[in-house]
Structure formats: C-alpha cells, structure tokens
C-alpha cells in the first residue's frame, strides 16, 4: 500500500519526541537546517539527508545526518577562500564606487530624513554583502539561506520604503542604484584573483539573478504596504 504523503503539520506525538531522540519529524527537522519543507524533502529524496516514512506517511530524519550537513568544513567557490575578506574588500570598491558616481546627489535622497538615509544605506549594504556571499557559497544549504536573508532585506526596503513616503519608482531606483556599483565589484575582485572567464561570467550570473530576487521581493512588499 502506498504511504501517504507527509505534511508540514506535524503528529502530537512527534512534536512531543524527545530532544534526544535520533529521528526528527519534518517540521523539527527543517528547524535545524532552516530550510523549508519542500527542500527538505528534495534533499531526502536524493540521499543528501537520511530518512524514512511511518506508517502513517510522516517522514522522519536522522538527526545526525542534518548535523553533519550543518557542521561541514565551509568552501567557497571562485577563489573566495577567505569569505569574510572578500565580502570587506568588495563592499569596499562598491563604496568607492557609489561615492563617484554621487551617491548623496540622487533626486530619491532629498525626500528621505538623515536617519532615514542611514538606514537605507545600511540595508542596502546587507542586501548587497548577503548576495556577494551567496555568490561566495558553495553549501546549497548554506547558499539558499544567504539568498532566502536577501530577500527578507529586500521585503523590509520595500516596506520601509512605502512607509517613507517614496513611490515605487523611487524605491526601485534607489535599490538600482548599488546594484551595479556591486556587480563591477565583484567581477574586478574576480579578475584580481585571475579567475577564469567562465568563473566571472557565472558568478556576475548568479549575482544578477539573486539580485532580481531581491527586488521582486522589494517591490512584493511595498505593494502590499500600500494596500
């Protein structure tokens, strides 16, 4: 007999397992690795995780296999070794950058309060290191973590940004404004590093879209502050 397929919404009796038991329930599972559901079944489904199914169609995981995914030595791709310094030196160039081209100048800036600026530019540059590290990353776990953190910073500009009082143009020009100040950066910390090519072509890819990501997050957000 086929099981049946397991739900997010976990039995009485596995929420009430012991911490120290082996096998965690779905929901206690994803807890610990902080990914959702769905990736976690994926995961399950293609071995990275152990797992099995009750009776009743719950799955269980083992807990000692999402620790060990967790706890893995981190590498980086693209020559990063070294994430923290990287991430410095490029959010670095993207300041140096941002300052040539007039950053304080732009129509946007005017309509915000000193405060307010400060905190702009303070998420924008979290936004913007979360995506140069999950260029850096090479733990899909850890990749779509950084990524899902992106998207959070993007919904709250955009909600901010609604509550300012600037329009959704506005909001998404000055999003705009880093986005290529960091891509330049990232493909001049790439080609200091003589990478290759392809490496500075797929790693300016992934940015971009993680980028798009974060703006249809931006501009999710600031409509339904509208509404």
Do not use: C
Request: proline share 4%.
């Amino acid at each position: 007999m086929p099981s049946l397929p397991d739900s997010t919404q976990d039995d009485a009796t596995a929420e009430r397992d012991s911490p120290d038991d082996p096998w965690l329930p779905l929901g206690a599972a994803s807890r610990l690795v902080g990914v959702g559901p769905d990736t976690l079944r994926r995961w399950a489904d293609s071995g990275k995780v152990q797992s099995y199914q009750t009776p009743g169609g719950h799955r269980r995981f083992l807990r000692s296999s999402l620790e060990a995914m967790i706890n893995a030595p981190r590498r980086h791709r693209y020559g990063m070794e070294r994430l923290a310094d990287s991430a410095g030196t490029i959010v670095g160039d993207v300041q140096r950058r941002m300052q040539r081209t007039g950053y304080a100048g732009q129509p946007w800036q005017a309509r915000l309060a000193a405060e307010q600026r400060a905190d702009f530019r303070r998420w924008g540059q979290r936004t913007f290191n979360l995506v140069i590290e999950y260029v850096a990353a090479s733990k899909r776990v850890e990749r779509e973590l950084l990524l899902g953190e992106a998207e959070k910073m993007g919904a709250l500009y955009g909600a901010e940004a609604s509550k300012a009082g600037l329009s959704l143009a506005e909001a998404v020009e000055a999003f705009l404004f880093f986005r290529t100040p960091v891509l330049e950066a990232i493909a001049a910390h790439l080609r200091r590093r003589a990478a290759d090519v392809s490496d500075v072509t797929a790693a300016f890819r992934e940015a971009s879209q993680a980028i798009d990501q974060v703006l249809v997050a931006l501009v999710s957000s600031y409509r339904d502050g509208i509404r």
